[in-house]
């Protein structure tokens, strides 16, 4: 078993400016963690992850899509030799709430037998995805299955799940960017930040009655 490696904790009233000159800044409540903060920390887990798996046959997993910035800038902080490999589970559109159902849309496309498995994660908030795939995984018999997450909001946890390594710990609120998106928007921003509430919450009145008919499954998270 790897050594736990905490999250940061960021505080839920730490105010820093915007960056950059993306229209995209103007529907950002406030930066959480800069990307001078994620860059940094990502560094340090590469190491953590280089003398974890120094001799072992590594392959990262990522889960769609809001993993990809964070797979590819923790891959470059790695200097052992490794392999990724994607998979892709179902959300529920443009909620915000993570509904606890949770689907396979693209599995893996090789097989993680006797190989060292580490779940790359945007973020872990009801633990139900990682719940689901740590479950499904493990009977397919890795040399080791753990996991590391850029993000983990712990006030929103609904099932318990070992989190080996964790970027930051970050209060309850719907962040995006770096990845994580709303609506599909927002994934490019370099930056974690706190999206203004009033849009999703327009939002959600606006595509309650088009949600309540949507299926599970409906996008690729
Ligand atoms: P779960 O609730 O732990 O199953 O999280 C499922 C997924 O919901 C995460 O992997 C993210 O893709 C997404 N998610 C959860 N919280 C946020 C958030 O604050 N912003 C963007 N996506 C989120
Ligand atoms: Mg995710």
Redesign the pocket.
Known sequence: MAEYVPGIVVAAEGKQTLCGSSPLNQDVDRVLISAEAIQARVRELGRRVDERYTGKDLLLIA?LK?SVLFLADLMRAISIPHEIDFLATS?YGASTE?TGVVRILKDLNKSIERRHVLLV??????????AYLTQLFSVRNPASLEIVTLLD?PARREVDIGIHWTGFSIPNE???GYG???NQKYRNLPYIGVLKPELYQSLADTELSASATLAPGAGI?
């Open positions: 889960v809001g959300s993570s994660e945007d973020i872990i908030d009801s633990g139900h995805t990682l909001k719907f962040v995006i994580l998106d709303f998270i």
